[in-house]
């Protein structure tokens, strides 16, 4: 069973940057759209980065010109750049296939600090 594993979260302060990995222990990584979630407390999962095959990507508007997703299909992959980062964007991070959705990993616990 395809595993996704999230890490290079931790406890930042506003205007910090962090990136974020997402490995994928098959290799459906390269074979399918991938995003990033995040789970702000209190609210439901939302996707605010996701990259396409032929590496097109497409934000939400709150991270748009701050976040950079980025995918490695030979290391099985993808990377979510996160600069000047802000309170608001506390959260757990998920990564996950939008082609073929697999079950949710543990995520990754970004922290901004005003």
């Known amino acids: 069973q395809v595993q996704l594993v999230e890490s290079g979260g931790g406890l930042i302060q506003a205007g910090g940057s962090l990136r974020l990995s997402c490995a994928a222990s098959?290799?459906?990584?390269?074979?399918?759209?991938m995003g990033w979630y995040r789970q702000a407390p209190g609210k439901q999962r939302e996707l605010v980065a996701r990259i396409s095959l032929e590496d097109r990507e497409s934000y939400t508007d709150a991270v748009k010109g701050r976040f950079t997703i980025s995918r490695d299909n030979a290391k099985n992959t993808v990377y979510l750049q996160m600069n000047d980062l802000k309170p608001e964007d506390t959260g757990v991070y998920h990564c996950?296939?939008?082609?073929?959705?697999?079950?949710w990993g543990q995520g990754t616990q970004v922290t901004v600090s005003s």
């Open positions: 098959g290799t459906i990584l390269s074979k399918s759209v």
């Open positions: 996950n296939s939008l082609t073929w959705p697999l079950g």
